[in-house]
């Protein structure tokens, strides 16, 4: 496809596991990230993954990588109302420094 | 992981001023910044990159003359909205690229706070 691709809205109820799924554009791409945005702030950095990996833990994130696929997920564990926001998905194609951004998952915790 | 910094963080103006937006990278050297831009509930969408000391490279459909690039030192791109209509109201967000050393080396996007332009 020509767009990175992520379901737009995701709600959850406070202690259980959200994921949010990606799917990308190129099965090249050499990483791909997980960015986070709350509300009229900027974008923070919260995981990447390199291409030849499968799986990546970090704490309470979890990213799995399906290069057949072209398909990325981030599942944070024991999902908390401050991990309320919109997280993007990125890839990083081979050669290139700038980034290519999905439309955003915004993920609402109720307690 | 590496700072990056926008001045100011919130800007209104008239039509028809211009405004300019400033992009540090505070502990390392950035070659190269990226704009982007985001509309409410949108992605964020690459307006150009800023190369030290060379024109920048505008994505297709940026008004190059619109949008102006300076690119300065290796830690400061400004970018300057000339004639700002209503239209360019948005959130302007800009990133560097920082290189940390773990297994290998691994390039990673540092994005600033954004600013937030709104034009009257």
């Known amino acids: 496809g020509e767009d990175v691709e992520q379901s737009l809205f995701l709600s959850v109820r406070e202690g259980d596991s959200s994921v949010i799924n990606c799917t990308y554009t190129d099965s090249s791409s050499t990483y791909l990230y997980w960015y986070k945005q709350e509300p009229g702030a900027g974008l923070q950095l919260l995981t990447y993954?390199?291409?030849?990996?499968d799986m990546k833990q970090d704490q309470r994130l979890t990213v799995l990588l399906n290069k057949k696929d072209i398909h990325l997920s981030l599942r944070i564990a024991d999902t908390q109302t401050g991990d309320s926001a919109i997280y993007f998905c990125?890839?990083?194609?081979?050669?290139?420094?700038?980034?290519?951004f999905g439309k955003g998952t915004m993920l609402l915790v109720s307690p | 992981g590496a700072v990056v910094s926008q001045h100011p963080s919130w800007v209104i103006c008239k039509s028809g001023t211009s405004v300019k937006i400033e992009c540090r990278s505070l502990?390392?050297?950035?070659?190269?910044m990226f704009w982007y831009r985001q509309f409410p509930k949108q992605s964020l969408m690459l307006m150009a990159t800023?190369?030290?000391?060379?024109?920048?490279?505008?994505e297709q459909g940026v008004e190059k003359d619109k949008f102006l690039i300076n690119h300065a030192s290796l830690t400061l791109s400004t970018l300057t909205v000339t004639s700002a209509h209503p239209e360019d109201s948005s959130f302007y967000i800009c990133s560097a690229p920082a290189t940390s050393r773990g297994r290998g080396y691994q390039e990673t996007q540092y994005f600033g706070p954004g600013t937030r332009l709104l034009v009257l």
């Open positions: 502990d390392f050297q950035a070659t190269t």
């Open positions: 800023s190369n030290e000391g060379s024109k920048a490279t505008y």
């Open positions: 990125a890839e990083k194609g081979s050669g290139y420094s700038t980034l290519t």
């Open positions: 993954i390199f291409s030849n990996m």
